[in-house]
């Protein structure tokens, strides 16, 4: 839940730039932190427009006080211990005790007052990434402003000039940084409640990490073969699944601070993209997708109406997004027979794994791995194994949900009759349909080929 860091003393006060006047801001607000790793409930206004609050998949918005008619937040960056899924964690950098920090909520037309804490052991800034706003509190690093020193506040102010959602995340070692997990979601609700209203609003950020099994420290250098694909720092069977009640109309706002694009699916259903960074897609310019492609350094949202009950997979549907701790050296033996092998290669890798004769089905299979290692593939559903990792969980949709209730609501019962089954069927080779007396073409014994085929360019 959250707990309070107390006030900050004005001491540590600088400006993201040069500002004068600033009297409200001598006293720094307070800076809530959150210990747990599950979504928690929506955030609604207690002032100003009304709008449908956005839930994060295990996380948080960022509490706000009003002062004047500035809107003031406080973000701390820091070092933290985020957990992927149960069994293992990360040391990783983040704000407000977590990795991606919380997310940010306002209205168009807010005034903002964002100030930012820097417990890191080296310099950093905060870019607001996608918005419109006054050069000097873009935040990079050397160009727009100085570099925030360790121990050091600065305090960033503009007006959101258009509604939308976007993200913050360093302009300083800005490779290191976001490779540690700095980043969040920024979601700008519109000003009037009647524009492209939802019943549901989710948001989350895509990052990836290259963690060795047995450790906990992400290599920040990578810039290619990462295996951990995570939504909001969290991977499968660790990342919530979205219940939705049954009519409800949704807002999916997806995030991509990875290093590569990532095709996002969802099953059971059609969607439209209604929002980039960028802007609002005009109605008239959407069409429908089931799978949309999140580019990097990007966000798109998408709206659907959840009409089909169920359990509906979510995921990306790059296959290795989908797994944990991936070694991509594993060799392929789909066919071979490894029962003369076994023993020699014991022998001479102990530790060495390859993949089964049968494929790499993880169900039944219990393989011994390092300590804070996830398995590749894991979960388990109430059909057997869901053999998942990685960016993947699942929208629950059902009947009869509170408006603001976001708890699993468990396995969905499925109606007689409506789950595919297995039928009896002959064990020898069924007939196949082919032309009446058919008869395999002769070969042209000039060529080896067919002799309807000799006069044909090859």
Not at 243 to 264: A, E, K, S, Y
Not at 314 to 342: E, P, Q, Y
Request: net charge neutral; charged share 20%; with cysteine.
């Amino acid at each position: 839940m959250f707990s309070r860091r107390g006030f900050l003393g004005t001491a540590a006060l600088l400006s993201a730039s040069a500002v004068t006047g600033r009297v409200q801001a001598a006293a720094i607000p307070e800076a809530p932190t959150m210990d747990k790793a599950v979504m928690q409930p929506p955030l609604h206004p207690t002032s100003g427009p009304e709008y449908r609050p956005v839930v994060t998949l295990n996380g948080w918005t960022l509490p706000w006080r009003m002062n004047g008619d500035w809107k003031e937040f406080h973000l701390v960056a820091e070092p933290v211990v985020r957990e992927f899924a149960e069994g293992m964690k990360a040391n990783l950098w983040g704000y407000n005790g977590q990795a991606p920090g919380p997310t940010i909520e306002a209205v168009e037309g807010d005034k903002v007052r964002i100030f930012v804490t820097n417990k890191l052991p080296e310099h950093t800034t905060v870019h607001w990434h996608g918005m419109i706003l006054p050069s000097g509190m873009d935040g990079v690093g050397g160009v727009t402003q100085p570099h925030i020193p360790p121990g050091k506040t600065f305090v960033y102010e503009f007006q959101l000039k258009h509604s939308g959602t976007f993200m913050y995340h360093p302009h300083s070692d800005e490779m290191v940084q976001m490779a540690m997990g700095m980043m969040g979601m920024f979601v700008v609700h519109p000003r009037d409640p009647a524009f492209r209203p939802v019943d549901r609003d989710f948001v989350f950020v895509m990052s990836s990490y290259l963690i060795d099994p047995g450790t906990y420290l992400p290599k920040v250098n990578e810039m290619t073969d990462f295996n951990m694909w995570t939504w909001n720092s969290r991977v499968f069977p660790g990342i919530d699944p979205l219940p939705v009640r049954l009519g409800d109309r949704v807002r999916v706002r997806i995030g991509n601070l990875t290093m590569t694009n990532h095709p996002i699916h969802l099953h059971g259903h059609n969607f439209s993209v209604s929002c980039t960074d960028g802007g609002w897609v005009p109605e008239s310019a959407q069409w429908p997708e089931t799978t949309i492609d999140v580019p990097v350094g990007a966000i798109r949202a998408f709206d659907v109406l959840a009409d089909n009950p169920g359990d509906w997979a979510f995921h990306c549907h790059k296959s290795h997004h989908t797994m944990n701790a991936m070694g991509h050296d594993v060799k392929n033996l789909i066919g071979v027979s490894r029962k003369d092998l076994a023993k020699a290669v014991g022998k001479l890798a102990p530790d060495a794994m390859v993949m089964g004769s049968t494929g790499m089905a993880m169900g039944d299979m219990e393989m011994p791995a390092p300590d804070n290692t996830l398995p590749m593939m894991t979960g388990t559903g109430q059909f057997g194994p869901i053999e998942m990792g990685g960016m993947f969980t699942v929208m629950k949709i059902r009947e009869g949900l509170a408006r603001d209730d976001y708890k699993d609501p468990g396995p969905y019962q499925f109606p007689k009759g409506t789950v595919a089954w297995e039928v009896e069927a002959p064990s020898n080779e069924p007939a196949r349909q082919g032309p009446a007396n058919a008869k395999p073409p002769a070969k042209d014994t000039r060529g080896g080929k067919p002799t309807h085929m000799k006069h044909m360019k090859m």
